[in-house]
């Protein structure tokens, strides 16, 4: 019998893991699931997913698919592979899907969501979930600078220096600042992103909102392509892969999400 292609939608919290990519030492967020639909599978996994987020890194809404040659129903993929599981990762959903489907390579758009508390407090109940900004943030100023991102840039002053990405140059389709009392959210859509991109954005976006800069130095450092000119890197913390965009003929259920304290779109 043919294996079978198994789409699984998923959420964790990145803080125990070093990352969504296996490593040597089974500390990524794939080991743990690979393990666990192993389990129940009765033979090796490996998966695919849709995005690989750093150590400290969550996830509202990722997609991975994995091939098996065992026959399950697809509540097993759900509730028998969330029995294996760590307490920090959840399975949502789970559909078979056609051979062509593949979970990085059949996405058209991915959507992150940064949340970040901005008191002279630093989190507690928060902590690890969220970012943190003690000095006030000036909101009308982060977004004018926001609107020189959106549109096809070459991002290379918003890449780590181990980006492995191709090409630096990205469309940035959406960005959008909010604020829910002193957590401000901000959303980012594209069809990829490189490397630390969204946090090396929002590390630029805070030193403007602060007064460091004014929104026009966004444009600079863009301009000069060249990742010395910007912000260090902002902190891992407040930061969600939030939404996987899909062509419909896929049947995929719900792949977006905002964050876990308003799970949806």
Same mark, same amino acid.
């Given at each position: 019998?043919?294996?079978?292609?198994?789409?699984?939608?998923?959420?964790?919290?990145?803080?125990?893991f070093?990352?969504?990519?296996?490593?040597?030492?089974?500390?990524?967020?794939?080991?743990?699931?690979?393990?666990?639909?192993?389990?129940?599978?009765g033979?090796?996994i490996?998966?695919?997913a849709?995005g690989?987020?750093d150590?400290?890194?969550?996830a509202?809404?990722?997609?991975a698919?994995?091939?098996?040659?065992?026959?399950?129903?697809?509540?097993?993929?759900v509730?028998?592979?969330?029995?294996?599981?760590?307490?920090?990762i959840?399975v949502k959903w789970?559909l078979?899907?056609?051979?062509e489907f593949?979970?990085?390579?059949?996405?058209r758009?991915?959507?992150?969501?940064?949340?970040?508390?901005?008191?002279?407090?630093r989190p507690g109940?928060?902590?690890?979930?969220?970012g943190?900004?003690?000095r006030?943030?000036?909101?009308d100023?982060?977004r004018a600078?926001?609107?020189?991102?959106?549109g096809e840039?070459?991002?290379?002053a918003?890449?780590?220096?181990?980006?492995?990405a191709?090409?630096?140059v990205?469309k /940035?389709?959406? $960005?959008?600042? #909010? =604020?829910?009392?002193?957590?401000?959210?901000? *959303?980012?859509? !594209?069809?990829?992103?490189?490397?630390?991109?969204?946090?090396n954005?929002i590390g630029? /976006?805070?030193? $403007?909102g602060? #007064? =460091?800069?004014p929104?026009?130095?966004?444009? *600079?450092?863009? !301009?000069a392509?060249?990742?010395a000119?910007?912000?260090?890197?902002?902190?891992p913390?407040?930061?969600?892969?939030s939404g996987i965009e899909?062509?419909?003929?896929?049947?995929?259920?719900?792949?977006?999400?905002?964050?876990p304290?308003?799970?949806?779109?």
């Amino acid at each position: 019998m043919n294996p079978i292609r198994i789409a699984l939608g998923l959420e964790y919290d990145g803080r125990p893991f070093c990352g969504w990519q296996s490593q040597a030492s089974r500390c990524g967020v794939q080991d743990a699931l690979e393990a666990a639909i192993g389990e129940l599978a009765g033979e090796r996994i490996t998966l695919n997913a849709a995005g690989r987020t750093d150590q400290g890194v969550h996830a509202s809404m990722q997609v991975a698919h994995f091939e098996t040659g065992a026959q399950r129903p697809l509540t097993a993929w759900v509730r028998g592979v969330n029995a294996q599981l760590p307490a920090a990762i959840a399975v949502k959903w789970a559909l078979a899907v056609p051979p062509e489907f593949h979970a990085r390579f059949s996405a058209r758009r991915r959507s992150y969501h940064y949340l970040l508390l901005n008191r002279p407090e630093r989190p507690g109940l928060l902590a690890g979930r969220v970012g943190w900004c003690h000095r006030p943030l000036d909101l009308d100023a982060m977004r004018a600078a926001a609107r020189h991102l959106v549109g096809e840039h070459d991002f290379s002053a918003f890449r780590s220096a181990q980006c492995q990405a191709k090409s630096p140059v990205k469309k /940035l389709e959406r $960005v959008v600042i #909010g =604020a829910e009392n002193a957590l401000l959210t901000f *959303e980012f859509a !594209a069809s990829a992103f490189l490397h630390h991109m969204v946090r090396n954005i929002i590390g630029a /976006l805070v030193m $403007v909102g602060h #007064g =460091a800069k004014p929104p026009g130095w966004v444009a *600079e450092i863009l !301009a000069a392509r060249a990742r010395a000119h910007a912000a260090p890197t902002f902190m891992p913390d407040g930061l969600y892969l939030s939404g996987i965009e899909y062509d419909p003929r896929f049947g995929l259920p719900e792949t977006s999400a905002r964050h876990p304290w308003n799970p949806h779109p």
